[in-house]
């Protein structure tokens, strides 16, 4: 879940996956990997996402998952999790549509 959170702060942000690796410090296919799912994000990864982005960790760490948490508060913060990504979602996809508004693509 990390994964698609990353990747849709960097939509937020209307930055691309080179312009955010750069930002980030790590290499383009890192990043790459860390989006598609196929590495995880270490903490020193998500430390730089925080920094970068001018949130807190604990805003992140939100959606790692956290297997010693009682399964009432996985639960909950699994719910808070998926709410705060389709929120992220729709932002992104309201970005991209007026985007294509402004530079008059159908």
């Not at 998500?46 to 639960?75: H, Q």
């Amino acid at each position: 879940m990390i994964n698609n959170a990353l990747r849709l702060i960097r939509i937020y942000h209307d930055l691309t996956p080179t312009e955010t690796s750069q930002r980030l410090g790590i290499s383009r296919s890192y990043l790459s990997e860390i989006e598609k799912g196929s590495k995880t994000a270490s903490i020193d990864v998500l430390n730089k996402y925080a920094i970068a982005f001018d949130m807190p960790v604990s805003s992140l760490m939100l959606f790692v998952e956290n297997a010693d948490a009682k399964p009432k508060t996985r639960g909950a913060q699994q719910f808070i999790a998926d709410k705060a990504l389709k929120m992220l979602d729709w932002v992104a996809t309201v970005a991209d549509d007026r985007e294509t508004e402004r530079v008059g693509r159908p």
